[in-house]
Every structure is written in structure tokens, then in C-alpha cells.
């Protein structure tokens, strides 16, 4: 629910357990509580599309039992899953370009324990037309970080357990170009075009390739994107908002004409859907011209970066609560 | 679950292709056979088996189409 200051601070005078997207100005006027939260002033509410900084984003997870919260940085992110309860869902937020998000991102894929507990959540961001930081909040403490992830444990009733799921708008053709990179980073030089070697950034260039289209992998039909962030031909480098992985065939995505069009098609399949979460990337809602535009049943936060177990890009994602 | 191995084995060695509408066991199926194609041993598979196993009991009520569907891989 998209809520004003006072509406929010009463939810956490009650007592409820919170996750919260909003402007550092409101975050920090926040009561201590049972709460998370992370920076953006990029929403979709059910109205759709805004930018806001009058407004918090607020999921009440009205389904636990029990809860916990706990602050990571890179040395123990992936004690996330020893924390977590047995049988839970956790929410996760870390901020937009800190260390722990970045070795968060390279290192989830090859966790053997992320898998067995779903974990959900965001890259927190801020306003891009300043030059402000991206955070988090602990709401126990009432610590804000722009350097630690935190981390929100649900436990759930035995007879219901999490579900987690994305919806990726782009597509790929297998007959496209194949893309691979020698190793697993954020930024390379060099990658294999159809087995050729080349320097990405002038195959970008040269070849006019539109860079708001991300790269796609196949993990088992799981279509997962990776954005480019930016092409610099000074330095014949490519950077990426989220890891490439040597070992994994990507190709462009196929151009898109109308996002918010290609939402509500991939919409249909969920009238009746329930989610306790869902954010959006904020390549999305500025590259698609979300505003004003609502993604139905799905309402949330804009994010730099969006977890699904792993982090992803230019994707939606989601989290219910189904019976056993 | 024991009677699934074979079939398990077979898409760990990406010998049969399975396609979930669960996200978190797509994403199983793919880090085990990159797991196992990095190292390809008996021991290996039988981690990536003992994996599988896992996954499939603790998600048992919302894999349970995957269940049916992988006996017939």
C-alpha cells in the first residue's frame, strides 16, 4: 500500500511487521520497529507509475509467526541462509553499488543453500536526477547503511510455505548472435561472438546494438537479463548492472515497442493473484514510460536491481504465500 | 523420491530437458548441470542427486505437477 508518512509511522506503532520503499527524507523519520526498508523515490502503485518522495511503499506481512532481522556485509551475506527459518520466505534489500551487493550478485548462483530458501527483494536506489546514496534500514535499530545489506526472516505457519516467481517482458531468439565472456564480471573487455573474439564495446558500437535492450541467459528456461550500464570506447569496456557468467550463452534481447503493452499481455495469467511482494526495475519504468501506467495485480517499489534468489535485471518479481 | 533418480540423472547430464513453471527448480536444474559438467564424478552426481532430493521434499506442495511430470522424462 502506497501510504503518507503518518499512516505509515501508525502501521508501526501497531505493531505489524514491515517491509518499506521510500525516500531516505521519510525513512528517517521512521519509529524504531518491526520493519526494513530501502531507498527509492520510483514506485508502480496500483494507480500506477510515480515518482514520490511524499509516499512510502508498504508490504504488511501479515502471514508470520515469527520474524528476525539481521545486517550482512560482504564477509557474511550468504550466512542469509543459516538465519533464515526452515520453512520461511526473506526479504532482502542492499544498496546500489555497495560491496556486498556486487559480491552478492557474482557469488548467489553457486550458493548450495540460496535454493532451499526463498529470498526475495531489492537493490535500493535514489533520485537519479541527484547525486544522492542509496540505503538501507534496520528498523530494530533504526540504523540506516549504505554499505550493508539487511535482511528481513519470516517464519511461516506449517501448512503455508513461500513461492517465488519473475516476469521478464523480453525475449530472445536462439538463432540471434551468441555472446559468451571468458569470466564471471561486472565489466569486461573481451567476449566471443559466435565464437569469434572481439572487443565487446566496439561490437556494440559498430554494430549499433541499442543498449537499453539487456543481454539474456537461458537457466532452464528461466530467461535472466543482464543490463548494460554503460559502453565506453576510450577504454574498450563494457559494464553491466548485474554479473556475466562464463560458461552461459547470452543474446540480445528483441526489441520492444510498447512495455507497458508487453506487461499487461504477460498480466493476464494473474487476475487472481495475491502477491505479498513485487518491485519493478527502474530501467523498466524509465526506459518503458511507466508512469501513470499500473501493473496489476502486481504494485511495489522501483529498484536498481531485483532479487529473486539471484539478483536480476529489468525484471519483475514477485513473492505469494500458497497453502501446503 | 529414490525411483526418480534415473530420471534425475539424466537432466543433471542435460541427457533429457525438463522446463518447470517453478523458478526456484529451473534454477536447480541449471546450477546442478553446470555444476556437474565442471565436475564430472560419481561423487559429484551424487551430490547433485542428493540436491535435487532435497529440494523436491521441502517444496514437495508446490512441485508436485514437476513430480508427476519428471517420472515420465
Redesign the interface.
Known amino acids: 500500500m502506497f501510504v503518507n508518512l503518518e499512516q505509515a509511522i501508525q502501521l508501526i506503532e501497531e505493531g505489524k511487521i514491515l517491509h518499506i520503499a521510500a525516500d531516505e527524507s521519510l525513512l528517517a523519520q521512521l519509529p524504531k520497529g518491526k520493519w526494513i526498508a530501502g531507498t527509492t523515490p520510483y514506485f508502480i502503485t496500483e494507480q500506477g507509475g510515480i515518482t514520490s518522495k511524499d509516499k512510502l511503499f508498504v508490504d504488511e506481512i501479515s502471514c508470520a509467526i515469527d520474524y528476525k532481522t539481521v545486517v550482512y556485509n560482504k564477509d557474511n551475506i550468504f550466512d542469509i541462509t543459516k538465519d533464515a527459518y526452515p520453512n520461511g520466505i526473506t526479504f532482502l534489500i542492499m544498496p546500489f553499488a555497495s560491496d556486498v551487493a556486487v559480491f552478492y550478485a557474482k557469488e548467489a548462483?553457486?550458493s548450495?543453500d540460496l535454493?532451499?530458501n526463498?529470498t526475495i527483494g531489492w537493490i535500493s536506489g535514489f533520485d537519479l536526477s541527484t547525486d544522492s546514496r542509496a540505503k538501507v534500514y534496520d528498523g530494530i535499530s533504526g540504523a540506516s547503511y549504505w554499505d550493508k545489506a539487511v535482511a528481513l526472516h519470516i517464519c511461516l505457519p506449517d501448512d503455508e510455505?513461500a513461492?517465488?516467481?519473475?516476469i521478464n517482458i523480453f525475449n530472445i531468439d536462439e538463432n540471434d548472435t551468441k555472446i559468451e565472456f571468458m569470466e564471471d564480471s561486472l565489466s569486461v573487455t573481451k567476449c566471443l561472438v559466435n565464437g569469434k573474439e572481439v572487443i565487446f564495446s566496439d561490437y556494440i558500437l559498430e554494430n549499433n546494438i541499442d543498449t537499453k535492450l539487456p543481454l539474456i541467459a537461458d537457466?532452464?528456461?528461466?530467461l535472466v537479463n543482464v543490463s548494460i550500464k554503460s559502453v565506453s570506447k576510450e577504454n574498450s569496456t563494457v559494464d553491466f548492472y548485474a554479473p556475466v557468467f562464463a560458461?552461459k550463452e547470452y543474446h540480445f534481447a528483441r526489441p520492444i515497442s510498447d512495455y507497458a503493452e508487453s506487461f499487461h499481455e504477460r498480466l493476464q495469467e494473474f487476475h487472481d493473484f495475491k502477491p505479498i511482494f513485487s518491485c519493478n526495475c527502474v530501467l523498466n519504468y524509465l526506459y518503458g514510460k511507466l508512469d501513470n501506467k499500473a501493473t496489476p495485480p502486481f504494485a511495489g517499489p522501483v529498484t536498481f536491481g531485483e532479487i529473486?534468489?539471484?539478483l536480476l535485471n529489468q525484471t519483475l518479481v514477485y513473492a505469494e504465500i500458497?497453502?501446503? | 523420491m529414490e525411483e526418480l533418480n534415473s530420471k534425475f540423472e539424466k537432466l543433471i547430464k542435460k541427457q533429457a530437458k525438463y522446463e518447470s513453471s517453478v523458478l526456484g527448480l529451473n534454477l536447480l536444474i541449471s546450477r546442478l548441470q553446470k555444476k556437474y559438467a565442471a565436475n564430472q564424478t560419481p561423487e559429484e552426481l551424487k551430490n547433485c542427486l542428493q540436491e535435487m532430493e532435497s529440494f523436491l521434499k521441502k517444496y514437495n506442495s508446490i512441485v508436485k505437477k514437476d513430480i508427476e511430470a519428471l517420472k515420465n522424462l
Do not use: Q, R, T
Open positions: 548462483p553457486y548450495d535454493l532451499m526463498p510455505i513461492s517465488l516467481g519473475i537457466y532452464n528456461s528461466v560458461g529473486a534468489y539471484i500458497v497453502n501446503k
